[in-house]
């Protein structure tokens, strides 16, 4: 807006003079229920298309308006990349009707000085960097942590790791970067991770898990008592890295790989149990996990967008 003789007037007005800029968040709920606060948001973004700022994107920032009080809240978040893709994840910081959409939050950026950020702090319901042991995660076999990541050998007893004491039922999703090392060599055992059991390391159902039992293929599967599910194939893709997900509801289970939904296994029968985080390594297989997050699940995940890029005083 033209002031008559102050320049531009911004509406809001213009939260940090360090950022250059800024895109107002539009988070559409696309469910059949409200949205409520506090769920992870992700924001789909490219640098390209922005600032081109580099990683670790300290540049970027959410921040919400808060018009009644005429004040901003800088809001955590974290940030996923996929190639020339980034996915930036943050809370809500208001619950959001049924087909109804929230305005009051921007990103952002274009800040040539920016100070350091910790990204992980408060936005998802648990992260494990992986980048060191953890009495939070109880290990078995042949376990070592190295370059940022924790590595399962799955030669002799093989290698695996659980939270420990932390279990979550439905309505929770279990997202982990996972980078095969080497497939497993034979049939006798797998690979896997996901969701599984409570509190031990017995090789039993029930369990939601992404698992390899040969060389070449990875597989959704659920197993329980309210029935056994096997999904797609996909391909292992010895030795590069992808993001797989798990998203848990009381009959289906939403299978994600690079973020895109692949596969959805149902059953007729509820199953709301608990289960831990895991990971296993057998039959040879090696394995390299970055990092480990548990986060809210929604039944159709709300939409955000960046719309009205601004340029700052």
């Not at 929230?102 to 990103?107: C, G, I, Q, R, Y």
């Not at 370059?147 to 279990?174: E, H, K, P, Q």
Request: net charge negative.
């Amino acid at each position: 807006q033209g002031g008559s003789d102050a320049g531009v007037v911004y509406d809001p007005p213009w939260w940090n003079a360090a950022f250059h800029a800024r895109w107002r968040i539009d988070i559409t709920n696309n469910a059949s229920i409200d949205l409520p606060a506090g769920y992870q948001v992700p924001l789909p973004v490219e640098t390209a298309a922005l600032d081109n700022a580099p990683a670790p994107f300290d540049a970027w920032r959410i921040v919400r308006w808060d018009a009644a009080a005429k004040t901003w809240t800088n809001v955590a978040r974290h940030i996923d990349v996929l190639g020339v893709r980034q996915i930036v994840w943050f809370r809500n910081q208001k619950a959001i009707a049924v087909g109804a959409t929230d305005s009051d939050t921007f990103l952002y950026l274009d800040n040539p000085s920016p100070p350091p950020i910790v990204a992980n702090t408060g936005v998802f319901d648990m992260f494990a960097p992986f980048d060191a042991s953890s009495s939070a995660w109880a290990q078995q076999g042949n376990v070592n942590f190295f370059n940022g990541a924790v590595i399962l050998d799955g030669t002799n007893v093989g290698g695996s790791i659980r939270s420990a004491g932390a279990t979550w039922g439905v309505r929770y999703a279990v997202d982990f970067w996972m980078a095969v090392e080497a497939p497993v060599v034979n049939n006798s055992q797998w690979f896997c991770g996901g969701f599984q059991r409570e509190n031990d390391f017995v090789n039993n159902a029930p369990w939601s898990l992404w698992i390899s039992r040969t060389s070449g293929d990875l597989v959704p599967e659920f197993y329980s008592s309210s029935g056994n599910v096997v999904g797609s194939k996909f391909a292992v893709d010895s030795p590069n890295g992808h993001y797989y997900s798990i998203e848990r509801f009381p009959t289906t289970h939403r299978f994600r790989r690079d973020f895109a939904v692949v596969d959805s296994l149902t059953v007729t029968n509820a199953f709301t149990a608990p289960m831990q985080v895991r990971f296993s390594a057998y039959a040879g297989s090696r394995l390299s996990i970055d990092f480990a997050r548990v986060r809210q699940a929604f039944p159709s995940p709300p939409g955000a967008v960046l719309v009205n890029a601004e340029q700052g005083p």
